[in-house]
């Protein structure tokens, strides 16, 4: 288990990770909120959205049900499919890794009759087997296509501050300074989480507490009544006022929880307590007062612009460039929440045979959770300056933005409430009522975000579904792979025998030669002399592609070493084996048939193969 200290030093980390996405909101939410100055009703009602959304779909849904539910410590929809197929027969698994993977199913008396009837149903239909594994690549996408809008959503709403102090500044120059930083944000990828965690921690830190002591201030400055908001009776207000049009401006309050996914995609790089604690005690109540504190000086702005751009509006002039600075330097941070979480589920993706292998670099000596993949870091710098480039402002941006939350936050709804069935064991109408509670909010907001589809949300979907696609597609040719190889798989000795006679040499005396043939047709196998070296992914039985070649060229290599490959990736509670020591690196077993040998290579994540 983690030592405490372990925890604090993650809890300082990930606050420079993981909170800089949900952190920057303040930047942009009554922006993308109102089209015009509004009422002290309107303004109520949003502020009390913000408040109990941050409150139960953040809070109680993520912090305290979803980061629950991690698989050996990582996070994302991906670890959540996996943490369900350990306690129902759900995922089409490689066959060669039956030996391998730990399956934890719980016996039939063990369940109550209505939870063995939801496993049951789900284990015996391939069609729900496939929809769930669908929403998990759906989730991950969404993810993905998510990490190359946050950098860019959140960079331009610090860049755009300038607009206060420089009015001539053009659109262009705020989309050139903006691609810049992004840039060499993605250059630094490659230093890892810890340093990246370390260097940015101090500068959330700051923002935090600076949007906390801002609207404190504000608050006892201009307008202590907006704390009425904290009632749920603004929210029927809301509703009650503005009617369809309080239902699409839900499209603008969702963006201050947008990043509530990287709390749980960026799991595997931290702990469950850590973030825990980093949320409860520092962002939870920085982020409340940062939105009542710009809606009491929003309430009393003689001018009435001040929603238009409310954090630089709100911060006293004398510390405007200091807070200029700070939200640049945060919104860097911010892209770097949803980064660190596609490296996360990229990984998670290539272990589940659902994404093309790449390599994956660990960069931390103790945690196994803090990986960089290059190849996606530089597609993702890639998109991201693109999509800088193609929307001019944040509230444009923000109509593609919200809509890969919302639909996340929902398929995560539902894969929490089949882990409370099945994992959990919760009577299923507690779990119900949990997925339509939870459900109709997510619902609720999404149908919000979907009225943005034409003006910019399809960009969020056309990049979630490009990456569905190469997913499902890759899995479905492994599926297909697995099938055919595994009806081709046999062992050694159903494959080749040998025989042993007696052959004279040059002095006339005998010495015993081995011939080889096919069991089934004993066709006898010509001898290449030499050694060979065979893949074998399983660790047991024949390589197929090693009955193939005997087979079609009725040949076998004089000496044949079959190598497997085994990453040690078993957990010790929350740490993972860093590296395999040299007498049990490598293990070499001599097959049944002469000169036929298996070797066995393990590795800790952090050694090198060569």
């Not at 993810?143 to 755009?160: E, F, K, N, R, Y």
């Not at 749980?264 to 005690?281: E, I, Q």
Request: glycine letters at 6%.
């Amino acid at each position: 288990v983690f030592s405490k200290w372990a925890i604090c030093v993650l809890a300082y980390q990930c606050t420079g990770v993981i909170y800089g996405d949900i952190g920057t909101s303040p930047l942009y939410v009554y922006s993308s909120t109102f089209t015009a100055t509004p009422s002290r009703d309107e303004l109520l009602g949003a502020l009390s959205m913000i408040i109990w959304t941050l409150t139960i779909v953040v809070t109680i849904k993520y912090v305290f049900f979803v980061l629950a539910a991690d698989d050996y410590g990582e996070g994302g929809t991906f670890a959540l499919y996996t943490l369900i197929s350990r306690y129902a027969n759900i995922s089409f698994k490689n066959p060669y890794e039956t030996m391998n993977r730990e399956m934890k199913r719980y016996k039939t008396g063990e369940f109550k009759a209505s939870n063995r009837s939801v496993r049951s149903m789900i284990e015996n239909s391939p069609f729900l087997r496939r929809v769930i594994m669908g929403l998990a690549i759906a989730g991950v996408s969404l993810v993905m296509a998510d990490g190359a809008l946050t950098p860019a959503q959140s960079v331009l709403g610090a860049i755009q501050g300038l607009e206060l102090k420089v009015p001539n500044i053009t659109q262009s120059a705020i989309t050139g300074i903006s691609e810049v930083i992004l840039i060499l944000l993605f250059l630094g990828q490659p230093f890892g989480t810890t340093k990246i965690g370390s260097l940015f921690a101090p500068v959330v830190i700051v923002w935090l507490l600076f949007n906390l002591s801002i609207g404190l201030y504000n608050v006892i400055l201009y307008d202590y009544t907006v704390l009425y908001a904290f009632s749920p009776y603004w929210i029927y207000k809301w509703f009650a006022v503005k009617g369809a049009d309080g239902w699409v401006s839900m499209g603008g309050i969702l963006l201050a929880f947008t990043g509530v996914e990287a709390l749980f995609a960026d799991l595997g790089h931290f702990s469950k307590m850590s973030v825990r604690l980093s949320w409860c005690f520092l962002a939870y109540p920085s982020l409340l007062f940062a939105y009542i504190g710009q809606a009491a000086f929003i309430s009393s702005d003689a001018s009435g612009t001040a929603w238009s751009n409310p954090f630089f509006a709100s911060v006293p002039p004398s510390a405007f460039w200091f807070s200029f600075v700070l939200a640049i330097l945060a919104a860097v941070v911010a892209s770097q929440a949803m980064i660190t979480g596609c490296f996360s589920l990229l990984t998670q993706a290539m272990s589940l045979y659902a994404f093309p292998t790449m390599p994956v670099v660990h960069t931390s000596e103790k945690f196994h959770g803090q990986v960089y993949v290059p190849i996606a870091n530089w597609l993702l710098m890639i998109a991201t300056v693109v999509i800088t480039a193609a929307f001019p402002n944040t509230t444009a941006l923000g109509n593609a933005y919200g809509a890969c939350v919302t639909s996340v936050t929902l398929i995560t709804t539902f894969m929490i409430t089949l882990v409370s069935i099945l994992v959990w064991r919760w009577p299923v109408t507690l779990s119900v009522a949990f997925f339509l509670f939870f459900g109709f909010i997510d619902g609720a907001y999404l149908s919000a975000t979907l009225l943005k589809v034409p003006t910019g949300a399809w960009v969020t979907y056309a990049i979630a579904a490009v990456l569905s696609c190469i997913m499902g597609i890759w899995h479905s040719g492994k599926v297909n792979q697995w099938r055919y190889e595994r009806a081709r798989t046999q062992s050694l000795g159903d494959l080749i025998s040998a025989d042993a006679i007696d052959a004279p040499t040059d002095n006339q005396n005998a010495s015993h030669h081995q011939v080889y043939s096919l069991t089934k047709s004993g066709e006898r196998l010509q001898t290449i002399h030499g050694i060979t070296l065979v893949f074998d992914s399983a660790g047991f039985n024949v390589p197929p592609v090693f009955s193939h070649f005997c087979s079609v060229y009725a040949s076998v290599p004089d000496i044949s070493i079959f190598v497997h490959h085994k990453s040690n990736l078993i957990p010790f509670v929350f740490f993972f084996a860093i590296k395999v020591s040299d007498e049990e690196r490598m293990v070499v077993f001599r097959l049944a048939l002469p000169n036929m040998y298996r070797v066995i290579i393990r590795r800790g994540f952090r050694d090198s193969l060569f």
